[in-house]
């Protein structure tokens, strides 16, 4: 069991590393350092963007809808436990985390262009430890399955899909390694 337990650490380590390489650019163009919580709970919330910008508009239900996803954030969703691993110093606080959340995701929204490559790495990266970490996990649980369904929902909740955001979100998936109907 400690041995199973120390894998799964040396997994998560080498997971936040992974993603703050990855998101290097965008973590110094926003000049932000998040604890390993924010930033994972940023990278799991991230689909929301790519859904939201796959009609290559960003509309007032959409921005709504952003409002919406930073609100969830105040609900106490960030977990602490991940931030017993290594990670930067001079973190921002959770409080200051739920206070500019909402101008995050609108930021990659409009810049969704520049930033849209490092999130599916990012992404990817996420995916792969949910698949490390729990091999067997009943398909409904996996992070995979959430993620999709999240970025269905931004799309099915905003007047219904068109063809422009069917496609690109087919792109997206396949970038992500999915298959179309998973």
Known sequence: MAKENE????????F?????????????????????????????????????????????????MLVDVASYFERGILTTNFDTLPQPN???SDKE????????????CFNIKRYENMLIEALK?????????DPEANMRYAVKFR????MNSVIY???????VEEVRLREIWKALGWKENM
């Open 97 to 108: 985390f739920k206070k500019i959340i909402y101008s995050e995701l609108r930021h990659l």
């Open 16 to 64: 936040f590393k992974e993603v703050r390489q990855i998101l290097d650019t965008y973590l110094e163009d926003r000049n932000l350092v998040l604890t390993n919580s924010q930033l994972f709970g940023f990278v799991l919330i991230s689909p929301v963007t790519l859904a939201i910008t796959s009609d290559g508009n960003v509309d007032l239900a959409e921005t709504t």
């Open 147 to 150: 993620v999709k369904e999240m």
């Open 125 to 133: 990266r996420l995916l792969i430890l949910d698949e490390e970490l």
């Open 157 to 163: 909740n905003n007047l219904g899909v068109d063809s």
């Open 90 to 92: 001079n973190c921002i």
């Open 7 to 14: 894998d799964e650490k040396k997994r998560l380590i080498r």
